[in-house]
């Protein structure tokens, strides 16, 4: 069996791609949700840190590469239907989003509106300076 047959076991979408959680490892936390292709798991299992794929750019990227802010993967885990992909993680510098704030769910339904709930931690001006 070759080392790289993981690769084949999610069933990747029409675009290549399954979404991946990540989640705090010490905390439980749903930190956020990203898009995988096959070089992003590799990157990701060989490294031991998360690499995704950017939709947007349609790159590779290793999380914290700009921001400082990596996550180190403790578990790599594969959903019950094979489409999904959970990364547990220790987040580096406490900041998960481009937002600044510890995770990208910080929105919360209440009351027919959404409402922020988590406080900004870094202003992303000085993470990543201007754009």
């Not at 990157?43 to 690499?51: D, F």
């Not at 990208?104 to 709930?117: H, I, N, P, S, V």
Request: hydrophobic share 40%; charged share 30%.
């Amino acid at each position: 069996m070759a080392t790289d047959d993981y690769l084949e076991a999610p069933r990747w979408g029409a675009d290549g791609l399954v979404p991946a959680v990540a989640q705090d490892a010490a905390s439980g936390r749903v930190l956020t949700l990203a898009w995988m292709n096959r070089d992003a798991l590799a990157a990701t299992v060989a490294s031991g840190y998360a690499h995704y794929w950017s939709r947007s750019r349609r790159a590779l990227w290793r999380k914290g590469e700009t921001s400082g802010h990596g996550q180190r993967v403790v578990e790599v885990r594969l959903d019950c239907d094979d489409d999904a992909i959970l990364l547990v993680v220790e987040q580096e510098g406490g900041i998960a989003c481009h937002t600044g704030r510890e995770r990208c769910f910080y929105k919360r339904l209440a009351d027919g509106q959404w409402r922020e709930t988590d406080p900004v931690l870094a202003d992303p001006e000085v993470i990543y300076g201007r754009r």
